[in-house]
């Protein structure tokens, strides 16, 4: 049974940092396709960033240039960097593991993977 959890969240003030971690068991990363989705209240479910096995990544317009996704495929574990926060990033974040081998479109690997519960990020102003 593959368990997904993601850690890290909290409360941060506008232009501060947090970074945010996930891993998984029953679940290999190696070749698969990894990435971070968030959720704010209200809001539609955005896909954050994705991470394919060779280390390429995509990223929604919204986070370019502030926050970077990385993995270590030895420790299981994925990251999310987030830095220069605002108030708009405040939402619950998910980790994804993917089950595929290769990275779909942003947004893609929403239905092609497993889910952590969600960690929460809140950004004050």
């Known amino acids: 049974q593959v368990q997904v959890v993601e850690s890290g969240g909290g409360l941060v003030q506008e232009g501060g940092s947090l970074r945010l971690s996930c891993a998984a068991s029953?679940?290999?990363?190696?070749?698969?396709?990894l990435g971070w989705f968030r959720q704010a209240p209200g809001k539609e479910r955005e896909a954050v960033a994705t991470?394919?096995?060779?280390?390429?990544?995509m990223y929604a317009d919204s986070v370019k240039g502030r926050f970077t996704i990385s993995r270590d495929n030895a420790k299981n574990t994925l990251y999310l960097q987030m830095d220069s926060l605002k108030p708009e990033d405040t939402a619950m974040y998910y980790c994804?593991?993917?089950?595929?081998?290769?990275?779909?479109?942003?947004?893609?690997?929403?239905?092609?993977?497993?889910w952590g519960q969600g960690t929460q990020v809140t950004v004050s102003s």
């Open positions: 991470i394919d096995s060779d280390g390429s990544t």
């Open positions: 029953g679940y290999t990363y190696g070749s698969r396709c």
């Open positions: 994804v593991a993917g089950t595929t081998i290769g990275c779909p479109p942003l947004g893609g690997l929403s239905d092609l993977g497993y």
